[in-house]
């Protein structure tokens, strides 16, 4: 069975880089088929899917975040990584790791959620 | 992008009753190369993420009661509890993966009457 696990600070400041890492467990992340998505839930914007990434390293972003986020995939570690740039407080959020499948793109197996505030 | 409205917002059900809520996609979601939907419902919990119920619009996820069903094509899209229980209580989100950005509904909040 799958396990995911979001790590990363809790608190960064405005216009700084919120960085977080999911550890998969159970599985390899470069097993076939499998996309690594990121999903953030606010209480004003509901859930918002922010993109996903391919063992590969071939990714896809929603186009209204794309010019501030980059994900990446450490196959040694078994971890993907999100950046998400230039922070402000819109961005305070539960922020999840998701598996999904190719053409298969519903998320089946979700990480526990990190809160990750932006405030000075 | 796809803009996915579910109705109501909230939902106050008695003990054994139907549940019924409502998704609407501002566009299809039926793929013609598979005929299938490509729409899936969550549950999610207070402190919990999402939990996978339903995808392809009707198949259950392994593991879901079977009081728990989906249905609809196109643009509409309903889910059904068909004897609600105390541990159904939850919000309902519906799922688009017709083509990216993927996207959510709004949430349908389900309480006990």
């Known amino acids: 069975q799958l396990q995911l696990q979001e790590s990363g600070p809790g608190l960064v400041k405005p216009s700084e880089t919120l960085s977080l890492t999911c550890t998969v467990s159970g599985g390899s992340i470069s097993s076939s088929r499998s996309y690594w998505g990121w999903i953030r839930q606010s209480p004003g914007k509901g859930l918002q899917w922010i993109g996903s990434v391919y063992s590969s390293g071939s990714t896809s972003y929603n186009p209204s975040l794309k010019s501030r986020v980059t994900m990446s995939v450490d196959t040694s570690k078994n971890q993907v990584s999100l950046r998400l740039n230039f922070v402000t407080a819109a961005d305070t959020a539960v922020y999840y790791c998701?598996?999904?499948?190719?053409?298969?793109?519903?998320?089946?197996?979700w990480g526990q959620g990190t809160l990750v505030t932006v405030s000075s | 992008d796809l803009v996915m409205t579910q109705s109501p917002d909230s939902l106050a059900v008695s003990l054994g009753e139907r549940a019924t809520i409502n998704c609407k996609s501002s566009q299809s979601v039926l793929y013609s190369s598979n005929n299938k939907n490509h729409l899936a419902w969550y549950q999610q919990k207070p402190g919990q993420p999402p939990k996978l119920l339903i995808y392809w619009a009707s198949t259950r996820e392994s593991g879901v009661p079977d009081r728990f069903s989906g249905s609809g094509s196109g643009t509409d899209f309903t889910l059904s509890i068909s004897s609600l229980q105390a541990e159904d209580v939850a919000v309902y989100y519906c799922?688009?993966?017709?083509?990216?950005?993927?996207?959510f509904g709004q949430g349908t909040k389900l309480e006990i009457k």
């Open positions: 998701a598996r999904h499948l190719f053409r298969s793109s519903w998320f089946d197996f």
């Open positions: 799922q688009q993966y017709y083509n990216t950005p993927y996207s």
